[in-house]
């Protein structure tokens, strides 16, 4: 671990080097850039589109995250090994790297879920290892996360589930309340509509399929309001069709909402077409940072050298 005189010394250093604004970078996703076998899904998707577009929240500003010579350790293990790069508002960055390279445990860090063993990570500025309880909760409550097996509390309508994304926005005498009396119906139906699902606002979680769960766990995502979505291989436990659908929906709401993605994924067809930059990862350090035009197919095979997990 560093002290806190070198890490003082070092935050200076670093907050001196990144006082400079930058542009957002924000492109939407072109209407003309799907492949032919991509069709149905994008019709699902504007099924799901004309009232989808209302209910999300006009754009908040993103945050600059800084991550600055981070490692992190388990026991004897390093998971993350002197890794730095600048996310900037907007933009959306493919994560990639076989299984073991360290992703999850980065987008934990960047979500302030775990903390680096060194270095530092400065969200607008801030480390985000010296910010106080409320602050680092103003954080984790900004930064939403895309699980794999997204959990909904099976015993809860899917509309009480996406509610529980509005907990960290309420008084606890409103989140008391609400278990008594339905909260918020029609923002909760807006939410749902953006991911198709507004007509099953009042079913259980038991009686939709596993691509209709993933879909309310967006829903429940956006409930927070996030301008940092963290995705961590959302789509990897659904078919192919879905995981589509799946992936088109996570990064039209990054644009609608004008958040920071970061989309882990071994899928490197989304990783040529779809994103602003893709970062990778092979045992724990940063083994690529580059825009996808000048990501080489011998980069690609370095990341993914003796793993399987590569699609495309
Ligand atoms: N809580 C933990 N305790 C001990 N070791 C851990 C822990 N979390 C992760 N690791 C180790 O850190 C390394 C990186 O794990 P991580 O989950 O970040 O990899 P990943 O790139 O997300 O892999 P995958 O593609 O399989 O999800 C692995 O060697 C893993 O065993
Ligand atoms: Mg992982």
């Given at each position: 671990m560093q002290s806190a005189g070198a890490r003082d010394t070092t935050r200076r250093r670093v907050l001196d080097a990144t006082s400079g604004s930058r542009d957002p970078v924000v492109k939407a996703l072109?209407?003309?850039?799907?492949?032919?076998?991509e069709q149905p899904i994008r019709v699902a998707l504007d099924a799901a589109k004309?009232?989808?577009?209302?209910?999300?929240?006009?754009p908040s500003i993103s945050p600059t995250i800084l991550v600055q010579d981070v490692d992190r350790r388990f026991g004897d293990r390093?998971?993350?090994?002197?890794v730095s790069f600048t996310l900037h508002p907007g933009e959306r960055v493919a994560l990639i790297g076989a299984s073991g390279s360290g992703k999850t445990t980065l987008l934990d860090m960047l979500a302030g879920g775990i903390r680096a063993t060194n270095g530092f990570i400065f969200v607008e500025g801030v480390d985000i290892q010296a910010m106080s309880a409320p602050a680092l909760r103003r954080h984790r409550a900004r930064c939403g996360i895309f699980q794999q097996s997204p959990v909904l509390v099976?015993?809860?309508t899917i509309h009480q589930n996406v509610l529980v994304g509005r907990l960290t926005h309420w008084h606890w005498t409103k989140t008391l309340a609400s278990m008594f009396v339905t909260m918020e119906r029609d923002h909760i139906r807006g939410l749902l509509d953006n991911v198709g699902l507004?007509?099953?606002?009042?079913?259980?979680?038991?009686?939709?399929s596993g691509g209709q769960q993933q879909r309310v766990a967006i829903a429940r995502t956006l409930a927070t309001e996030p301008v940092v979505l963290l995705a961590d291989?959302?789509?990897?436990?659904?078919?192919p069709v879905t995981a589509m659908t799946i992936t088109r929906l996570v990064f039209d709401i990054a644009a609608r909402l004008n958040a920071t993605l970061v989309f882990c994924t071994h899928w490197l067809d989304l990783v040529r077409t779809k994103v602003d930059r893709v970062i990778g990862m092979r045992h724990g350090k940063l083994a690529l940072d580059a825009p996808p035009s000048e990501v080489s197919e011998q980069a690609l095979d370095h990341i993914y050298a003796g793993s399987t997990e590569r699609i495309g």
């Open positions: 072109k209407a003309d850039d799907a492949s032919p076998h004309p009232e989808a577009a209302e209910p999300v929240r006009a390093m998971a993350v090994r002197h099976p015993q809860l507004g007509e099953r606002q009042f079913d259980m979680p038991g009686q939709l291989e959302p789509t990897a436990s659904l078919d």
